[in-house]
């Protein structure tokens, strides 16, 4: 199980960056001793995107903490963490200054780490129930925070701008708001990889789903509350939806069984 380990240290670490994000984004704008300030100004918009962010912070802490991992379900995991502190966090910002979000890629990348190579448990012995994700509800929410990660990091424009005239744009663009969504776009990146590579069972998801409903509501109630308590039709409000879906299903409806007690070690 993580309980202790280094997974379990990661979640943590995690959970205090997810809390910072949430409840003290003017940490952002601040030298904190050897840390130098993120970005030039808080902003209605960055007060949404750090709330957002906090959210999947939260759940990439609660699946590192929930899910014993192994051989086989921390490979891609791994991979989103590694690639999201390299693409978003590590480079080339931390090249020129350490920040904050500096110090949260650096967690990801060595929880990254200790999924990947060094898993605590077995691997979880193949059976007749043993069934992988590829095709049912977890893996269409990974493909579809694919997408979404992917326009955060390489092709922010469509948050800026209205669509169809019925869209509404989600942000004001600015630097700090394209910085703070790439690091977004990398959290999804990670999320997208759990969902895609991990067996969920009735135990694994509980965490993980409990992280994207808060994930889920915080972001839509932010949004909602900018909105001066009008619903107005975002782009946002579709990605709360699938990170909504994708909980309950790793929530409630998994698609693998409790493995047998004799190995539950390995699950």
């Known amino acids: 199980m993580a309980h202790g ?11 205090a960056a997810a809390w ?3 409840w003290r984004p003017d940490l952002f704008t601040q030298d904190l001793g050897p840390l130098k300030a993120t970005f030039s100004k808080q902003s209605p918009d960055m007060a949404r995107l750090c709330t957002f962010a906090g959210g999947l912070l939260f759940t990439v802490a609660l699946t590192f903490s929930g899910v014993k991992w192994n051989p086989a379900n921390g490979k891609m995991a791994g991979l989103g963490c590694f690639l999201s502190a390299i693409w978003c966090t590590l480079y080339p910002d931390a090249l020129q200054r350490f920040t904050l979000l500096s110090l949260y890629g650096v967690v990801i990348f060595l929880g990254g780490v200790h999924i990947f190579m060094f ?20 893996d269409k929410v990974a493909m579809f925070l694919l997408v979404i990660s992917s326009l955060m990091i390489w092709y922010p424009d469509p948050y ?22 790439k690091f977004c776009g990398g959290l999804l990146f990670t999320i997208a990889m759990m969902f895609s590579g991990i067996k969920w069972n009735p135990t694994n998801g509980k965490m993980a789903g409990i992280g994207l409903f808060v994930c889920a509501g915080s972001a839509a109630y932010s949004t909602f509350n900018a909105d001066g ?7 946002f409000y579709a990605y709360v939806a699938a990170l909504f879906v994708g909980g309950l299903h790793v929530f409630a409806f998994p698609s693998n069984p409790m493995p047998p007690k004799g190995d539950k070690k390995a699950e």
């Open 5 to 15: 380990n280094f997974s379990d240290l990661a979640a943590l670490a995690l959970i």
């Open 20 to 22: 910072q994000c949430a």
């Open 119 to 138: 898993p605590s448990n077995p691997l979880t012995p193949k059976g007749p129930n043993s069934k992988n994700n590829h095709g049912n509800m977890s």
């Open 160 to 181: 800026f701008q209205d669509i169809g005239g019925v869209i509404k744009a989600d942000f004001t663009k600015s630097d700090d708001v394209q910085a703070m969504l």
């Open 229 to 235: 308590g009008v619903f107005v039709p975002r782009l």
